[in-house]
């Protein structure tokens, strides 16, 4: 099936011309004493840790200048009740706006927020690094086929448009220049055809940046399988998955996101030849092939879109929608922690070890006998700096 018009409308990404969409600012959602609490060492005691597999009897984390200490010398002690303990949580798929954006994300305990298209330079320089609130990473922009309806966006940069492989070199130089930490292609049916993905994705690769792959429809995996990506973003709304075709996420090593919440709500509309039976029976046959699948929501308030998974909370939906499709708990919570750090490099969070970053939620429950206990946040660290939660 030919794309449906909301896989083309999608990546109106955050900002048209790059603008900022305004949410308002959560009351509770604000750094606690940012400008201090970074240097103040905190021991958690009686807290029960996710350590990537199971919980772990009630113990003690030390927070020390924002990474995970070691000692409790000098530590403020908070007693944690036997709440547990989980890694900050990563959202492999969300699309920036402004600092709101990232208050709201860290209030429901989404510390690390991997964005697939925002611009222009600026925005995203300006929501890096901000100290107590989430970490960001992002593709800039992404590229797209002229004529596509990414490519009438007002402002959208014309250097994102890539028509033939001989401009792949191009595009992918622009990015990196702009800092770029991973390279987003739009595969729609029609847009980039096959050769000038293969470019895209040759070119990136050699230097040194991983390739995420837009691939809502069926006819659009088996490109981005071909092209050799790294990531496929979505799953197929026309047509599930087929054993042979998720097998072949896994035996070449394909990562999926599949953002099931946003696909829900696209298949909530009513358009005709879709369906969320083929995206969730799409996640059942990867996770029966072994493929590895991360959580990602699509999160985003872009006008024109009609469907908008609201920042943070939704990456909390989206695990019930993983464990609705097959994984266990811990597979979910894996799969918003220690997966996706390792996918995307990032090789200082994602568990609770010393040294590692001090990005930490404490639930009250039991995440791994119900996955519907990381809803209920009772503190969130960033960086060491605490961090109010949602009411």
Not at 305 to 310: D, E, K, M, R, Y
Not at 313 to 324: C, D, P
Not at 373 to 387: F, L, M, N, P, S
Request: net charge neutral.
């Amino acid at each position: 099936m030919s794309s449906t018009p909301w896989t083309r409308r999608k990546f109106l990404g955050t900002a048209a011309a790059g603008a900022a969409v305004g949410i308002p600012a959560l009351a509770t959602g604000t750094a606690l004493a940012a400008d201090t609490a970074a240097s103040e060492k905190i021991a958690l005691t009686n807290v029960r840790v996710f350590d990537g597999r199971t919980l772990s009897a009630p113990r003690t984390v030390v927070i020390d200048h924002g990474l995970i200490g070691v000692t409790t010398i000098g530590a403020r002690v908070i007693d944690g009740k036997g709440a547990t303990l989980l890694p900050g949580l990563i959202d492999s798929h969300i699309h920036l706006e402004n600092v709101a954006t990232l208050e709201q994300l860290t209030s429901y305990g989404v510390t690390t927020g991997l964005d697939m298209a925002c611009w222009p330079r600026s925005l995203v320089d300006s929501l890096r690094r901000r100290p107590g609130l989430t970490d960001i990473r992002s593709a800039g922009v992404p590229a797209t086929a002229p004529g596509s309806l990414e490519s009438q966006i007002p402002g959208f940069p014309q250097s994102a448009l890539v028509s033939s492989p001989s401009q792949a070199e191009a595009f992918v130089a622009a990015r990196v220049a702009e800092g770029s930490d991973y390279i987003k292609l739009i595969i729609d049916i029609p847009g980039l055809d096959q050769a000038t993905l293969n470019a895209l994705t040759a070119v990136a690769h050699r230097y040194g940046k991983q390739v995420m792959a837009h691939a809502p429809a069926s006819a659009a995996v088996a490109e981005a399988l071909l092209a050799g990506v790294d990531m496929i973003h979505h799953v197929p709304l026309d047509t599930a998955l087929t054993p042979a075709v998720a097998g072949q996420y896994a035996s070449r090593g394909r990562v999926s996101v599949p953002t099931l919440t946003i696909m829900e709500g696209f298949a909530g509309l009513g358009i005709p030849g879709t369906s969320y039976a083929a995206a969730r029976d799409s996640v059942t046959a990867l996770h029966r092939a072994g493929a590895q699948i991360l959580a990602g929501t699509d999160s985003n308030h872009t006008p024109g879109i009609p469907v908008n998974p609201p920042f943070g909370s939704s990456l909390h939906h989206e695990l019930e929608l993983l464990v609705g499709a097959g994984l266990s708990t811990v597979e979910a919570l894996r799969a918003a922690t220690v997966l996706p750090a390792q996918a995307f490099r990032l090789y200082d969070r994602g568990v609770i070890l010393p040294g590692y970053r001090a990005d930490l939620v404490l639930v009250d429950g039991d995440p791994v006998a119900d996955i519907r206990a990381t809803r209920r946040i009772q503190r969130v660290w960033a960086g060491g700096i605490e961090h109010a939660p949602a009411a």
